[in-house]
């Protein structure tokens, strides 16, 4: 009963192989602060891994504090339905065929700045937020943070 009690702790603690590790959550943060400075562009920044949950995130000095809980559920809306939020967006319009999906999950963002995030083989361990520029901005500021992992 002791070994079966261990066995199922350790195997509730291990992580999931296909889950983004704190050292790629900052690698994509970093790659896409640096792109945003680039640009003269403030933003917020937040990673989450398989889960959506949040692993980093990154306000940059003087972006909008409104951005903050935009740039996590963009984060979190590409991770939950995988596809990159400006083209979910698409599908959200008055007669698409997920009108009204923004007001689930505690809210989504379906508006460009959010992209899952995949590892070297393809397989998507987490997303990448972005919000406080444009729409554009944001999403090619995102793209170069899931591309610092997947490259």
């Known amino acids: 009963m002791v070994i079966c009690l261990l066995s199922m702790t350790s195997a509730l603690q291990a992580q999931n192989s296909s889950d983004i590790t704190h050292e790629e959550a ?7 602060k640096k792109n945003a400075k680039k640009a003269n562009v403030l933003v917020n920044i937040a990673v989450v891994d398989a889960g959506a949950n949040l692993k980093a995130f990154i306000r940059m000095d003087d972006s909008f504090l ?3 809980d935009v740039a996590i559920k963009k984060a979190k809306t590409a991770r939950y339905f995988n596809i990159d939020t400006g083209k979910l967006g698409e599908l959200t319009q008055p007669g698409g065929i997920i009108y009204n ?3 689930s999950n505690g809210g989504l963002m379906t508006f460009p700045g959010g992209v899952p995030i995949k590892n ?20 090619a500021i995102a793209m170069v943070g899931a591309a610092a992992i997947s490259e």
């Open 26 to 32: 900052f690698t994509a943060l970093l790659a896409a």
């Open 66 to 68: 409104g951005s903050i």
């Open 120 to 139: 070297k083989a393809g397989k998507i361990i987490g997303a990448i937020g972005v919000s406080g520029g444009t729409i554009d901005e944001d999403r």
């Open 101 to 103: 999906i923004e007001h």
